[in-house]
């Protein structure tokens, strides 16, 4: 039975501008990372192929495989300098799982985790999609359980500021939605 909290990548989702500003302020964030594009030979990105995968290979300068298994159950396979899980760990019943099978997946010390996910907001603004929004300390709690270690992290919104000003709702989503985006390490 297929979970309503695994979100489709279909035409809907990829035109939501929304996602067109998330995309650009993760690049921003990627590009800030002292990860060399010269030391990966591959990468993976959790989840379906979207057009910014492409933009990954493009900058890191490898080519990415993405998933295909269930990331609550099975094993991942592979041998990584980089891995992405943007907008995915909070589909997951069980996203301890999915980071463990990552740390087994990276391919040296120098190997880099990317995650990005909403901060916790309360249930009447949460996803319907969303299995798990977290607190910046359940986020934190949860990389340090499967062996990670923060390098850098910040937070951003992904509407266009006007959008908060057409109602009560999007005006508690200004103070409430953000993306929290993190580069982990393995500890």
Not at 79 to 97: D, I, M, R
Not at 100 to 123: G, H, N, T
Not at 126 to 136: K, L, N, Y
């Amino acid at each position: 039975m297929e979970s309503r909290c695994r979100t489709v990548i279909d035409g809907a989702y990829l035109n939501d501008p929304a996602h067109a500003l998330r995309w650009r302020k993760t690049f921003e964030f990627l590009a800030g990372s002292s990860l060399s594009a010269a030391s990966l030979a591959s990468g993976l990105d959790l989840g379906d192929r979207t057009p910014f995968t492409a933009v990954l290979e493009q900058h890191f300068g490898c080519l990415f495989e993405n998933t295909t298994v269930d990331l609550d159950l099975e094993p991942l396979s592979g041998s990584f300098g980089v891995v992405t899980a943007f907008e995915v760990l909070e589909h997951l019943y069980n996203p301890l799982h999915a980071l463990l099978e990552i740390k087994r997946l990276l391919a040296s010390k120098d190997a880099r985790l990317f995650v990005s996910m909403p901060l916790w907001k309360p249930s009447f603004l949460a996803s319907p999609d969303h299995f798990h929004e977290m607190t910046r300390r359940s986020a934190l709690s949860l990389f340090t359980r499967a062996g990670f270690t923060v390098l850098r992290n910040t937070e951003f919104r992904i509407r266009h500021p006007l959008f908060y000003l057409t109602g009560l709702k999007p005006l508690l989503r200004a103070w409430y939605e953000k993306v929290q985006i993190y580069e982990l390490a393995v500890r």
